[in-house]
């Protein structure tokens, strides 16, 4: 079965006001990634493992299940660990 990850924007929004990284370019800098780089992964294209690991270690206390999310090419909605 084919899955698709997300990022959760409204999450990382909550995460960027909390912290102050309200520019591309604050929050890049505090992940040691490119602008520009931050930008296409905003914008749909599709993170590195690098990237999402990154992402993560940028807010303390974020785990992956704050910041994204795993959906079935059938809809259904993963989130943490399966049961």
């Known amino acids: 079965m084919g899955v698709t990850l997300r990022l959760r924007r409204d999450q990382l929004e ?5 912290t102050g990284l309200t520019t591309e370019q604050r929050l890049a800098d505090r992940m040691g990634v490119h602008q520009g780089t931050v930008n296409k992964i905003l914008n749909g294209h599709t993170p590195s493992a ?14 992956f299940d704050d910041l994204w999310e795993i959906e079935t090419h059938a809809g259904e909605l993963f989130l943490g660990e399966a049961s």
């Open 14 to 18: 909550k995460f960027r006001l909390l």
């Open 50 to 63: 690098r990237f999402i690991g990154a992402l993560i270690v940028a807010f303390p206390g974020a785990t």
